[in-house]
């Protein structure tokens, strides 16, 4: 375990009787790198087999059959993508699933027309695995439960009442399956090959499962210095986004994190962003808002999540990328290895 970023029995921290340094442990986490890690957390070990297992063997698919799973409209946050480094380098394969799998789904779940065009571009489902929309589901809404009770810990820990954090039942969620390969190239040290670059979420927390051979996830600590996060396949791990760093008027840290290369050995991980309802606007909440004023500005959660794709392109977006995407075809990188 990381002196850094403690390993919680998330099931201890609720009781009544949770001990005081257990407490303590998580509210300096809390406060200095933004990430803790979970044990006794709730989630069945089959709900995230299920999904694991399912993904792992689509992204096992020969390339051929990967490429028929990217989005037909070329959405960067829909289906299977992959990335190359300025050398045609494989450095990251992903699969992006949204909430609801179109717009009609998103108005039958009670979204507005409005929010429902966030969903006019499908979800790309695998049809070698036709199990893995129902486990997907069942994966997104046991992780925004963790999240929830995360929250709930993190009212008690800063001694504000537990309804303190309004993230609410409707609540936005999306959800991603990260592949790291093998990098055997030599030469790269931590800070020389970065496989995801150092960034915090845009949610509210981000609970993540991680499953491989090497401890790539690293997070920041506050002095600029990096800590790994250990992989132990019975912990989810809960990074605090800018969303509840915003809600805390800084109180609590966004986990500022990155992904190291790993050599010869490979890594997954599988994460849901759960922010609150498409309609709040967050600012600093009334249990933490300076007097004097805040530095944070209010955040949309819309405004943000419909604009994300135009910031990301616009950011990291390759000209035969925005080529594809403007022309509402698929795109997929070229690689030379």
Known sequence: MSDDIPVIDLAAALADDAPGDLLATVRRAAETIGVVQVVYHGVPAEVIA??????????????EEKEQLASPTGHPYRGWRQWPDDFGR?????????????????????????????????????????????????????????????????????????????????????????????????????????LLLEHADSSVLTVLHQEGDYAGLQGRRPDGTWTSVPIRHDALQVFTGTLLTNWTDGRLRPGRHRVVAGGTVTRRSSAVFVHPS????????????????????????????????????RVFGRPEQ????????????????
């Open 50 to 63: 299920g999904f694991n297992d399912g993904f792992r063997r689509v992204l096992d698919l020969p390339r």
């Open 90 to 194: 494989l450095e990251l394969e992903r699969f992006n699933i949204g909430q609801y799998d179109d717009s009609d789904a998103a108005e039958a779940a009670g979204l507005s027309p409005e929010h429902a065009t966030l969903y006019t571009h499908a979800n790309v489902w695998p049809p070698q695995e036709p199990g893995l929309r129902v486990a997907t589901q069942r994966y997104q809404d046991a992780f925004a439960d963790v999240a929830r009770r995360v929250l709930g810990l993190y009212a008690r820990v800063l001694d504000v009442p537990a309804e303190t954090y309004p993230l609410g039942d409707d609540v936005y969620t999306t959800t991603v399956v990260n592949n790291y390969p093998k990098w055997p190239y030599d030469g790269a040290s931590d800070d020389e090959k970065l």
């Open 278 to 313: 498409l309609d709040t606007v967050v600012e600093p909440l009334p249990a933490f808002a300076d007097p004097d004023g805040s530095d944070f500005e209010p955040v949309s959660v819309w405004e943000r999540a419909s604009g994300n794709v135009e910031e990301y392109l």
């Open 322 to 337: 925005l080529a594809a995407w403007r022309e509402n075809r698929p795109y997929v990188a070229e690689v030379t290895a």
